[in-house]
């Protein structure tokens, strides 16, 4: 069995969804396998605790999702809605699943949920796909470089304009 990690507000500004995610688990009897949890920075005993990280922003998606990465380096597959930044970060099938966003990703998200729950290999191996993008792709030297590589072009450029 799967267990769950769900990251809410702050417990005194709990949303309604939030709310209702509650009383779902409790009357499903499933509290023994999902934990909510106030919302934070330390997410490291959140992540490996985790078999799988389900990132379901709605609307245009994450801009650029950290957790995502975050997730990826601890070797977690990822079911991420195929919107923004997450389209460029996880290849699906490959280092974890998309799902459309809005009201059209709920039944297929709902269904790459009980795939990792019943195909643990498959989980894993996905896992270990996404740890390596992250590894050769997200690490901090490597964005380093890249970032350096776009200065460089920006003051060539620039340069360039300035001395016709």
């Known amino acids: 069995m799967m267990h769950a990690v769900v990251v809410g ?28 949890v106030n919302k934070t920075l330390a997410v490291a005993p959140y992540l490996a605790a985790i078999d799988v990280l389900v990132q379901n922003s709605q609307a245009r998606g994450e801009c650029f ?44 998200l709902a269904k790459n949920i009980a795939r990792f729950a019943s195909h643990a290999e498959q989980r894993v191996a996905m896992g ?9 792709r997200f690490m901090e030297h490597q964005m380093a470089d ?3 590589v776009v200065f460089k072009e920006v003051l060539r450029k620039s340069r360039e304009h300035s001395h016709p």
């Open 9 to 36: 507000s702050d417990i005194n500004a709990q949303t309604k969804f939030e709310a209702q995610l509650r009383e779902f688990v409790m009357e499903n009897g499933i509290r023994d396998w999902v934990h909510f």
């Open 65 to 108: 999702g950290r957790i995502t990465i975050e997730a990826m380096a601890f070797k977690l597959p990822v079911l991420g809605t195929a919107a923004g930044g997450t389209t460029e970060i996880v290849f699906d099938g490959s280092t974890g699943l998309l799902h459309p966003a809005g009201k059209e990703g709920v039944a297929p």
């Open 128 to 136: 270990k796909k996404g740890y390596d993008r992250a590894k050769e």
């Open 146 to 148: 890249r970032i350096a």
